[in-house]
């Protein structure tokens, strides 16, 4: 029997960016390619990657790349790694590769590698020296699945993102059955998902938000605005099949949310009559209790639709006293003020807004701590490796493991860029290679289409524009008290007619906005941001990174 | 009968700077004199106050200050309010009194106004044309208080922050025969703390966590650390209670910690013997399982004890596998990133980390829904005005007063700086007037005594310093891409010199942390900005805010 590796790239250490490559006889099978959102230190970066630099310097090693379920954070840098690494096969399933194609259309990446659709019900198949199977496992997005790779170094399950929910909207439940089966075939390595560990007790059911639903939209007699995550695609169904019963109409409004609307009608995974399916504009002639909205924006993004209507700033939406807006998700650690002002304004407008602090509106996808004791209970493995979690969930799954009977030395608390070597000798970090973070910019937030998302290596290239502007705002009338000054990085010697210009430019477009009553610092970058960087391509074709810095005095 | 008009200069719309304003024939009573922390968009800033302009127009009205409870958004911005207006009088609870005068004394306002110790069992007393009593209070910190308010308009109930906990640690339960008793006289208007409207049901009682305490403490092996707010004297009594009866000694770390734990003890709030109060460095002579530390950094300040053990920065404390850390308070919006940073340096260090969602250590200070319908039912007031919370609160508050059968024209949803007119005809709001912020920029965080700490309106004259560095560090190593940049603001003419001298300050502090491995943008900042800080001040005796923006390519 021989060895293999096991090397994380990223997701341990963090919430986000999860891809583990797994490497035994001169190849390599990489599972998950996702991505993570900046904090706000990060300041002008759209998208963090994972540093695929031990992967492009092994790039004829890579047999494939298998994706457990289509969440950002498990498939969001699939394109960029195939912009780097040629990539011969992609495999996953049904809507996972539904929703991956549309992505790598987008990035011009179709015909780039084999797209393997395969079912979790598929005979094992061979990727190298590697025999792989998949067990269906629940989570927040429909086709969610976990891997069992049979490596030289011995069999190994790779549970991805689940929770066990016996009643999910789908039936589609966790295979507890084939997870049993794999257990008695004999699991040398369990890499499982932590996100929940610290969370006693078992996760609830996505069935509770269909009941809260039920509860809640049939007595509404405004419009009904439903935000979550847009692939969360059981949470739209249930609220689409509550409003239908109650004689609404729907709309999808916010870019992912229609582009993923579409897919999972597509393929089946969401079922509502094309009748009932209107543009905002259209259903804006309805009566407001024959609507409902089902929008992007439950992190409270900047440029999203939620934070849009929410200021008053939506095209096609606008909220009155009497409609009910319900937050179905729960704000990623650091997005918590974005969504509390996203609220506060919702409130102000006359909405009552329902969110997990007040109404049973959200459950996680991810399993507790009993759960993740079940799911070592049934598969009985010789070790175990905490992934996809911060060090504190990866601490409080490694004591799951422990009082699960795992012994000290089979417990792996490695983190990226780790290289963990497994063989019939048991587990060991051997080794640790670079896995750091790549920055992305692009214009704009979470519109990829619009705008060229670019990697860092680029924008050495095109440089850096930091603009810094001070406002007398302490009465919440702001006022710009100088012209603003610009700091340029890589923009040549000839660049200052240009900065000139772009300073002119940065005035002007403060104080129209403030003429306008426009004061929050948030939108006050964000129109900076995008106005001198489309004035910037006008006249260079460049992107550069541009970070607003606005001082109040 | 006459009128009165009620003005919240803060504290609506927003958790933080509490304070309202009482007037009536041609007298003030100000309620609570409160402070904000700022956001993270409010670059460089330490502490936000309310704007004082109403009072400092009218300080000949001003009859005194009362102050509900000893927390910082009730009592912090009060020496600067004392420093723009002459304050006769400052009226609370004993050990309120004794935080507000170790803070006075800082300030060197001790002799600057008369103040007034009361009980809730006092007879009533004349503050000009108001007649004032207290209730006692349950809270987060002893000794709070409502305050009832005889005025020309009507009785008012001031309510202050509050649960209702039946079984509070010191016995001192919320008065709610006094608060039946005073809803028999009749109330005109209710101001309530709406802070957990949104929440259903009941707040659990303090003494929940000291079981928990008693669970978790006897059967550690390791140190016990027990980070709270320096404020929280109940917390860290349970904590020491449970310690002391295990063999533990305690030490108090931090110097808000240590300051009102001197208070507190002091004045009778505290219990511990003498003999088993310790230094750090006495403590850690012990053997581990006969150390209990009480520590600030609750909210992972940047310079606060917990963080800097977090780090491996304290000078006296360190954390080692078997330790065990309980985090005893609930992150503030906008701190959660701060506070899950700091759990996983302490997980990294071997520390088993509990806090409120592992395990039952915290609970709140304020009542829920159910409570705050108990005081509606108690006072049976004839309009509410709910205070004390963002926009969402203020309306879930509305709403509960709603179903409680107040008319629909008598709640009062306000703003700071509207003006509430209370009469026989009663409660409307009639105009409106300036009540933004004041910005607040010290060197350093959370350490009155060593900074002087200055207001905006000096700031402007010493100017500001924009740092701009731009680090490689995509794999975690950072290096500085090029010399720093400043910006500097009203600096005068001759500054040529000095910003030399700092931007080769700044490049040195940056070099020697990059080469310490320290990679921390917020570190950084942090470093970047006590020394550029102190050099300024070196040559020029004045403290401009300084801003360090790094930017990570």
């Not at 990223?10 to 959102?37: P, Q």
């Not at 969440?71 to 195939?82: A, F, I, K, R, T």
């Not at 209790?289 to 992007?296: F, G, K, P, V, W």
């Amino acid at each position: 029997m021989g060895v293999c590796k096991i090397i994380p790239l990223g997701g341990l250490g963090e919430v986000g960016k999860n891809m583990t490559v797994y490497e035994a006889e001169d190849s390599i099978v990489v599972v998950d390619a996702g991505l993570a959102f900046p904090r706000d230190e990060h300041l002008g970066v759209d998208l963090v990657l994972p540093d695929f630099a031990y992967l492009r310097d092994r790039q004829h090693m890579i047999r494939g790349v298998i994706l457990t379920h289509g969440h950002e954070d498990h498939v969001g840098s699939l394109p960029y790694l195939m912009r780097e690494c040629r990539i011969p096969l992609v495999v996953a399933t049904r809507l996972t590769l539904g929703l991956v194609k549309s992505k790598l259309d987008e990035h011009g990446l179709l015909r780039e590698a084999e797209l393997r659709e395969v079912s979790p019900y598929d005979e094992p198949f061979d990727l190298g020296p590697f025999r792989i199977e998949f067990i269906r496992m629940a989570h927040s997005i429909p086709d969610a699945v976990a891997v069992v790779l049979e490596t030289p170094g011995g069999r190994i399950v790779h549970t991805g993102d689940y929770k066990l929910d016996h009643t999910p909207v789908d039936g589609q439940r966790t295979d507890v059955g084939k997870l049993a089966d794999v257990g008695n075939r004999g699991v040398s390595l369990l890499l499982g998902d932590s996100t929940n560990a610290e969370r006693p007790g078992v996760t609830e059911s996505e069935r509770v938000v269909g009941e809260a639903f039920r509860q809640i939209i049939p007595h509404r007699s405004g419009k009904v605005l439903v935000s979550s995550f847009a692939s969360n695609v059981h949470r739209m169904q249930q609220a689409i099949d509550v409003a239908v019963d109650c004689g609404r109409k729907v709309a999808f409004v916010g870019r992912s949310m229609r582009k993923n609307a579409n897919i999972a009608r597509n393929l089946g995974y969401m079922e509502v009559p094309d009748d009932l399916v209107l543009r905002p504009h259209e259903l804006a002639e309805l009566p407001a209790n024959e609507q409902l909205i089902l929008c992007t924006g439950s992190q409270g993004e900047p440029m999203s639709a939620m934070t849009r209507i929410a200021y008053n700033d939506h095209p096609g939406v606008q909220v009155a006293p009497g409609d009910t807006v319900i937050i179905s998700a729960k704000p990623i650690p650091g997005n918590e003020l974005r969504v509390h002002d996203a609220i506060n304004r919702l409130a102000k407008a006359g909405a009552e807004v329902l969110h997990e602090d007040n109404a049973p509106v959200h459950v996680s996808g991810h399993g507790r701590a009993e759960e993740l004791r079940t799911i070592i209970g049934l598969l009985r493995p010789r070790a175990v490796m905490p992934v996809h979690g911060e060090f504190r969930m990866l601490a409080a799954h490694a004591q799951i493991a422990r009082e699960g009977g795992i012994p000290e030395d089979s417990i792996v608390l490695a983190e990226n860029g780790s290289v963990v070597e497994l063989s019939e000798h048991g587990v060991r970090i051997v080794d640790r290679v670079e896995a750091g973070m790549t920055f992305v910019d692009g214009l704009g937030v979470g519109d990829v289409h619009d705008v060229a998302l670019r990697d860092r290596r680029r924008l050495a290239e095109d440089g850096v524009l930091i603009v810094v502007a001070t406002l007398a705002g302490s009465n919440g009338r702001g006022a710009l008290t100088a012209a603003p000054e610009l700091i340029a990085r890589g923009f040549g010697e000839a660049a200052e007619p240009l900065l000139e210009e772009l300073r002119a430019e940065a005035e002007q477009v403060l104080k129209e906005l403030l003429a306008d009553d426009v004061t929050e610092i948030k939108l006050l970058q964000e129109h900076l941001h995008d106005a001198l960087g489309g004035l910037i391509y006008d006249r260079t074709q460049r992107r550069p990174m541009i970070l607003p810095v606005l001082v109040e005095v």
